[in-house]
């Protein structure tokens, strides 16, 4: 089974800051990677799928990069509706596996 | 618009059975992989099972490998999680979730809110 781990478990920052998440997969999944978004007492959405492309109607402020082995997501310009907690999720086998999650919290 | 409603959550003892509901709507929901995924209590998310449109593949996580079976009804547009032999570790928000159109592989778009299970004794 495919490993997903996240870095860091936790960040504190600023509105306006720009921040990254980072996303290692433990075997070689090209580009089957997925960002979602998850606030306090709400499902999780969808942001980013195949690496790269955004999903329909998220803010290009979100960006996502890598293939293989290594990935980040990108926010710019934090605003107070981007805290919460980011999780990856590899797709290339089943089964499928999310990262432990980043939780990201106003500085 | 899509929507994913889940139902059928509720406190059950250890080793009982329950059955999780997921109606959909604003979609063809027979054309699509659906998936369940579920997160106890203050952790991460974690994926639990699969099934194709049409229902001929299904795929598992070995935690409920066995115990868990996931269906479809795509005249009444509803997924189902059956769960059986039930353990305290089971206890978790269950979501259904929506996977790509016709292919077996590819991440979910939209998500229900979810339904709580509790299994205590």
């Known amino acids: 089974d495919i490993q997903m781990t996240q870095s860091p478990s936790s960040l504190s920052a600023s509105v306006g800051d720009r921040v990254t998440i980072t996303c290692r997969a433990s075997q070689d999944i090209s580009n089957y990677l997925a960002w979602f978004q998850q606030k306090p007492g709400q499902a999780p959405k969808s942001l980013i799928y195949?690496?790269?492309a955004l999903q329909s109607g998220v803010p290009s402020k979100f960006s996502g990069s890598g293939s293989g082995t290594d990935f980040t997501l990108t926010i710019s310009s934090l605003q107070p509706e981007d805290f919460g907690s980011y999780y990856c999720q590899q797709y290339d086998n089943y089964p499928y596996s999310f990262g432990q999650g980043t939780k990201l919290e106003i500085k | 618009q899509v929507q994913l409603v889940e139902s059928g959550g509720g406190v059950v003892q250890p080793g009982r059975s329950l059955r999780l509901s997921c109606a959909a709507s604003?979609?063809?929901?027979?054309?699509?992989?659906m998936h369940w995924v579920r997160q106890a209590p203050g952790k991460g998310l974690e994926w639990v099972a699969v099934i194709s449109y049409q229902g001929s593949k299904k795929y598992y996580a070995d935690s409920v490998k066995g115990r868990f079976t996931i269906s479809r009804d795509d005249s009444n547009n509803t997924l189902y999680l059956q769960m059986s032999s039930l353990r305290p570790e089971d206890t978790a928000l269950y979501y259904c979730?929506?996977?790509?159109?016709?292919?077996?592989?590819?991440?979910?778009?939209?998500w229900g809110q979810g339904t709580l299970v509790a299994v205590s004794s």
């Open positions: 195949a690496a790269s």
């Open positions: 604003g979609f063809p929901f027979g054309t699509y992989t």
């Open positions: 979730a929506r996977g790509p159109v016709v292919v077996y592989v590819g991440t979910t778009d939209y």
